[in-house]
C-alpha cells in the first residue's frame, strides 16, 4: 500500500522527494542503535556533538521532534542558575538507550501522536503520514524497552507544570535540579529566548518553524490531519496511541 503523500513545500521533483523519504527512512532505523548511530552525530559541527550524551552528561531530556523538547531544555536550563551539561535534541531512541546505560538521569516526553506528527510533518515537507507514525512508533518502541529506568512526561506535564516534571526527575533520580517555576512571565522568557536563539542561528526562519505556539502551523497541521485518517496510516496511528497510553499510564 502506497504512502500518503504529504505537500512538498520548497521540495521539487521526484527524485528530490525519493531521496528525503529514502533518508529519513535510513536514519529512522539506525536511530535507536547507539553503537551505529551515536558515532555518526558525532561526525557532524560542534554544537550537534555537544547534544550526544557521554559520562559527564548531568541529564538527558529526549523526545520525538516537536514534543515540547526546546522549551523543556530552555526552561530547564532557565531553572538552573548555572551551566548543566544536557544531551538533548537528537530525537533518537539511540540517545535515550545510551543515557540510561550510563546510569544518567532521563527525562523522556512524550506526545499524542496525532499532533507530534502532524507538527514534524509541517517542520519536514516531503515526508510522509506512514513515515512519519512509523519513526514515532520506532522511538518509543526504545522507550518502553528501558521505561523503568526513564521518567516520562507527557507534552501536557511540560507545557503546564515543568516544575513537577522536574521534581518527579528529582524523585526518581536521587538528584537536585532547580524545579522550573511555571508563571506566565517565565513561559514567556523561554519562548523569547528560543526564538532568539533560532533567529540568531538561521538567516532566514519562516516564525511556523520556531519552536513556539503559531497559528499558521496549527492551520497547516488541521490540513493534514486527514492523511493520518487513511486506510495506510490509521493502523499505524491507533498502534501509536496505544503505546503512548501505555508509556504515560505506567
Known amino acids: 500500500m502506497n504512502d500518503v503523500a504529504i505537500p512538498t513545500g520548497r521540495l521539487s521533483g521526484v527524485v528530490d ?8 527512512a535510513a536514519r529512522a532505523v539506525v536511530s535507536s542503535h547507539p553503537s551505529i548511530y551515536l558515532p555518526l552525530v558525532a561526525r557532524k559541527p560542534s554544537s550537534e556533538v555537544e547534544k550526544i550524551v557521554d559520562p559527564t552528561t548531568e541529564v538527558v ?3 520525538f521532534p516537536r514534543s515540547g523538547n526546546t522549551f523543556a531544555v530552555f526552561a530547564f536550563e532557565l531553572a538552573q542558575g548555572r551551566p548543566v551539561r544536557i544531551a538533548h535534541h537528537l530525537h533518537a531512541g539511540a540517545q535515550v538507550a545510551r543515557g540510561v ?4 538521569p532521563t527525562l523522556v516526553l512524550v506526545r499524542d501522536p496525532a499532533d507530534a506528527v502532524l507538527s514534524h510533518l509541517v517542520r519536514h515537507p516531503g515526508i510522509t503520514a506512514r513515515q512519519g507514525l512509523r519513526s514515532w512508533i520506532r522511538f518509543h518502541r526504545t522507550v518502553e524497552r528501558v521505561r523503568d529506568r526513564v ?11 515543568f516544575g513537577a516534571v522536574t521534581e518527579r526527575l528529582n524523585e526518581r533520580s536521587g538528584t537536585h535540579f532547580a524545579p522550573f517555576e511555571h508563571t506566565p512571565a517565565n513561559v514567556e522568557r523561554c519562548f523569547r529566548r528560543i526564538e532568539e536563539r533560532n533567529r540568531s542561528r538561521y ?10 505556539p503559531s497559528p499558521v502551523r ?8 486527514p492523511t493520518l485518517e487513511a ?9 501509536a496511541r496505544r503505546l503512548q497510553e501505555a508509556l504515560v499510564a505506567s
Open 151 to 161: 521518567t516520562i512526561a507527557s507534552f501536557a506535564d511540560v507545557t503546564t507544570d
Open 203 to 212: 538567516a532566514r526562519i519562516e516564525d511556523s518553524k520556531i519552536a513556539r
Open 17 to 24: 522527494l525519493a531521496r528525503v523519504r529514502a533518508w529519513y
Open 218 to 225: 496549527d492551520e497547516t497541521k488541521r490540513s493534514l490531519r
Open 101 to 104: 546505560q550510563l546510569g544518567i
Open 231 to 239: 486506510p495506510g496510516a490509521r493502523p499505524l496511528l491507533d498502534e
Open 61 to 63: 531530556i529526549e523526545g
